[in-house]
């Protein structure tokens, strides 16, 4: 894996560290986070919108000795809601007082100085990197959220903050749940055991219809209404080939012992979704990604409403096929997972965070950083080449200066940016 390239040093870059070791100062009395034992973890939310409510659902499942204590957001009505319903689903251990419910941009900040032991990342993608860092910097164990950066800058950053996070022994676990499937690891180990013999290809698909959006209310500023539809600008998603294609990429990357390609080039555009409600990302992504041994990955990913879906995951081997999606493998071994026969329930969401407070019971950190990161490079990757229409190498993609972050964060007017247009947009 490459060597993370340090950021290069500018006023905001300077304005994220400095925040981070603010925290970090301003924590240092606290109490450590729970090792083991049976004392109740405190748990803190930030980012309330329904992936957010689920994982903290989730969590609370997981250990019958946590209690969610704090929660933070940007919208006090996506607050309310997510609150709402976690209060119905778990009214016992529902620990959120009024003056622990955080409003605003500096909301993370706000949650990381109250008393909390493990946190979960869910905002929209853009805030994961400065978000995780301010974790870290305090000392807690945090479920991460996919993908964890919209851009290589941010990568990078997340890249060094979980090599701090082992330095102190704190666990962060990834929100790409499939490598917590029961049944996609039994056939993951197959696939490495030798079953479909030497791999040869790969594909990985997500193909599927439209999905949400929130057209413009009176009052919205410009950066409520991108929040309120962060889906649809790269800024905030990096693209639905980096918010959702990630699953696939990082399933590709765990058939090949993780590793990544050494190139890629993209067919991309965005024909049926031309709204401006859509923002400016791309509606289809097709990618090859080629690895150095001459193995390729063909990737492809479409939102376009009256198409065929299709989310197949397929590793094509010197002797077989193995289905990830089927959990299966033909040619010289067939092979079918059987869910009976193995006796757990394989629910992937729930198993990441049994994982993670296991981890913090038995004192033994979890720390997932360099795949989380990796996969979500490669994701990122594919996106530049289909932007640029240019080939892109992985160094390329990595030591990219690209930075996504806006001047500021306040609600107001926020730039439109442009549709990018392959062959005349640049690789930075």
């Not at 100085?113 to 995780?132: G, K, N, Q």
Request: charged share 20%.
């Amino acid at each position: 894996m490459n060597e993370p390239i340090p950021n290069p040093p500018n006023r905001r870059g300077f304005i994220r560290t400095t925040s981070a070791a603010t925290i970090a100062t301003g924590l240092s009395q606290l109490p450590s986070v729970h090792a083991a034992g049976s004392e109740t973890l405190r748990l803190g939310l930030i980012g309330c919108g329904g992936r957010g409510t689920g994982a903290a659902d989730n969590a609370l499942k997981a250990d019958p000795k946590v209690k969610i204590v704090a929660m933070a957001d940007v919208f006090p009505d996506r607050m309310k809601k997510s609150a709402d319903r976690l209060k119905h689903l778990h009214k016992e251990r529902f620990a959120v007082e009024e003056d622990h419910r955080f409003i605003g941009f500096d909301s993370y900040q706000k949650l990381l100085a109250s008393d909390v032991d493990v946190v979960i990342l869910a905002t929209p993608p853009h805030f994961r990197p400065e978000h995780l860092q301010a974790v870290v910097a305090a000392g807690k164990h945090a479920f991460v959220e996919k993908p964890v950066a919209v851009d290589a800058v941010g990568a990078r950053s997340v890249l060094e903050t979980c090599r701090q996070a082992k330095g102190k022994g704190l666990s962060i676990v990834s929100g790409l749940m499939l490598r917590y499937s029961l049944a996609v690891k039994e056939t993951m180990k197959r696939i490495h055991d030798g079953a479909i013999g030497r791999i040869v290809t790969m594909q990985a698909n997500y193909n599927i219809g439209g999905l949400w959006s929130h057209p413009r209310q009176d009052g919205w500023s410009d950066m409520d209404y991108q929040l309120r539809n962060w889906y649809y600008y790269t800024w905030l998603s990096g693209d639905h080939i980096v918010e959702q294609h990630v699953h696939g990429l990082d399933m590709m990357a765990w058939a090949m012992r993780d590793q990544y390609p050494v190139n890629c080039f993209t067919l991309a555009g965005r024909q049926s979704r031309t709204e401006q409600i859509y923002g400016h990302i791309f509606d289809h992504f097709a990618v090859c990604y080629e690895y150095a041994n001459g193995e390729r990955c063909f990737s492809f990913c479409r939102q376009q409403n009256g198409t065929d879906q299709n989310t197949a995951h397929l590793v094509y081997g010197s002797d077989g096929t193995a289905d990830l999606r089927r959990k299966t493998t033909t040619g010289n071994n067939i092979w079918r997972y059987s869910a009976a026969r193995n006796g757990v329930k394989d629910i992937p969401y729930q198993l990441e965070h049994d994982a993670l407070f296991r981890s913090i019971r038995n004192g033994e950190p979890i720390n997932n950083g360099d795949y989380m990161v990796n996969s979500t490079m490669m994701a990122i990757m594919g996106r530049q080449a289909g932007y640029t229409g240019k080939t892109v190498t992985w160094e390329q993609a990595w030591k990219s200066r690209e930075d996504l972050r806006p001047d500021k964060y306040a609600f107001g007017d926020m730039p439109y940016p442009p549709v990018a247009i392959p062959g005349q947009s640049k690789l930075i």
